[in-house]
């Protein structure tokens, strides 16, 4: 069973940036892929970003592309989201996730743990 818990949302002003941190536990992360989802309030959780357990390849959705970047620690069993010029339509909970698999899937089915959250506002 691995455990995971994101940190490091908070409330930024639109162009700004936050690092996001994953902080697994509970299994050995090296051999989990990770992904990062997002839910803004009253609209379906998407996917935002992925990276295979070796560090790389890394796959995002359009919308963050240039924008966000994931990454991961497999020493300090942590991933991470960089995100920078964040717009307000990047607000949201965001969780990170992993898969036993080798994977850079975009479906949330795909990943067996899930965090429970971090939220991110960026104002206008």
């Known amino acids: 069973q691995v455990q995971l818990v994101e940190s490091g949302g908070g409330l930024v002003q639109a162009g700004g940036s936050l690092r996001l941190s994953c902080a697994a536990s509970g299994g050995t992360f090296s051999r989990y892929s990770m992904a990062w989802f997002r839910q803004a309030p009253g609209k379906e959780r998407e996917f935002v970003g992925c990276i295979t357990w070796g560090g790389g390849p890394t796959y995002y959705t359009d919308s963050v592309k240039g924008r966000f970047t994931i990454s991961r620690d497999n020493a300090k069993n942590t991933g991470y989201l960089q995100m920078n010029s964040l717009k307000p339509e990047d607000t949201a909970v965001y969780y990170c996730?992993?898969?036993?698999?080798?994977?850079?899937?975009?479906?949330?089915?795909?990943?067996?743990?899930w965090g429970q959250g971090t939220q991110v506002t960026v104002s206008s």
């Open positions: 996730a992993v898969s036993s698999k080798w994977t850079l899937s975009p479906r949330s089915s795909e990943y067996d743990y």
